[in-house]
Each structure stands twice: as C-alpha cells, then as structure tokens.
C-alpha cells in the first residue's frame, strides 16, 4: 500500500520547503514512475516523463487545494502529461532486455523458462501499448500502480462505473491480443 503524503508535508511543500518536496518525491516516486513506464513504453523516456511531472508538481504545489487527495492531484498531473507525450508519438517497447526493469523474472527458472517469461511479458507490454491512449492510462492506473477505481475516476473525471467498464475492456482487448501466443 502506497504511503501518503501528510498535510504538513504537503503544506511545507507549499511554503517552499524543498526538503519537505524531497520528501514527498520519495513517497511518490515509483508509482509516477510506473504510470509514466508502462504508458512511455520504455524506461528513459519514462524517467524524463517522471521528472517533467515532479517539475510540474514543485512549480504548481501552491494551487493544490486538497479538494482530493494530493496523490490524486498529483497522478492527475502525471496522466496528462503522459497522454500529451503519447498524442505526440505512439510508445516503442523496447528489447526484451529491458523487462528485467519492469517484471521482477523468476531468477530459480532455468534458462529456457526465463527466456519464455522475458517473451510473455513483452507481448504484455505490446498489447497494453496496443491500448487507445485513454484505456491504457486507466488499465495502467488499475493494474500497473494498483489505484482504486474511485480515485482513478477523480483523475480522468468520469465515475467510478465508466472506470470498471473501460479498464475490463482494456483487460479483454489484452487477452484478447494473448490468446494466440498463450494458446500455443
């Protein structure tokens, strides 16, 4: 379970305080970083992503008016940045070497098996890039960074009904995309 930042910190943030904002990049860091992985499609252009919205978050903590929670506003912030990134270029997955940084493998699996797990996780990592930018962000939130529905529907603004259809579509499209490579 995700830890949150408390309104102290959140108000130090505010004030200025740039240890208080180290701090709380702590709390908030690989979450950002998984939402802004699995939408970028590979881990650079997800750590430029993950910096560009902490940037953002530190340049607007002042406007922040804890109407929601501040992880809220602060996925919110991430999600738009990452779908501005995605309307500009469709992500690239890239070499099966790079799941090592996605999916912690079997390290006890033989060879071989290591091998097909590497081979299903990036058929994963396709089918989810496969997604339409806003079913992808919602499966990812769900599935990726393990958000209910109800605070992923304060990020898109839609209810919490429209999040359990849209992320159970996404999840049918991806079974879907699989069934040929799981049924061999």
Not at 134 to 148: D, E
Not at 159 to 176: L, N, P
Request: one cysteine or more.
């Amino acid at each position: 379970m995700e830890h949150q930042a408390d309104i102290g910190l959140i108000a130090a943030c505010q004030q200025g305080d740039a240890q208080a904002f180290r701090q709380v990049h702590e709390i908030y860091r690989d979450r950002v970083f998984a939402l802004c992985r699995h939408m970028a499609g590979n881990r650079d252009d997800a750590e430029d992503l993950t910096q560009e919205v902490f940037v953002q978050a530190f340049r607007h903590v002042g406007s922040f008016r804890a109407e929601a929670a501040f992880g809220t506003w602060l996925y919110r912030i991430a999600a738009n940045r990452c779908m501005a990134e995605a309307r500009r270029r469709r992500p690239v997955f890239a070499d099966v070497s790079e799941i090592d940084n996605v999916v912690a493998l079997d390290r006890s699996a033989s060879p071989d098996q290591q091998l097909v797990q590497k081979e299903l996780v990036q058929r994963v990592e396709e089918a989810i890039a496969a997604l339409p930018e806003s079913q992808r962000l919602l499966f990812v939130l769900a599935t990726q960074v393990g958000m209910k529905y109800k605070d992923i529907g304060q990020i898109v603004e839609c209810s919490e009904d429209a999040v359990k259809v849209r992320v159970h579509r996404a999840r049918k499209r991806i079974r879907d995309a699989l069934k040929g490579y799981l049924a061999a």
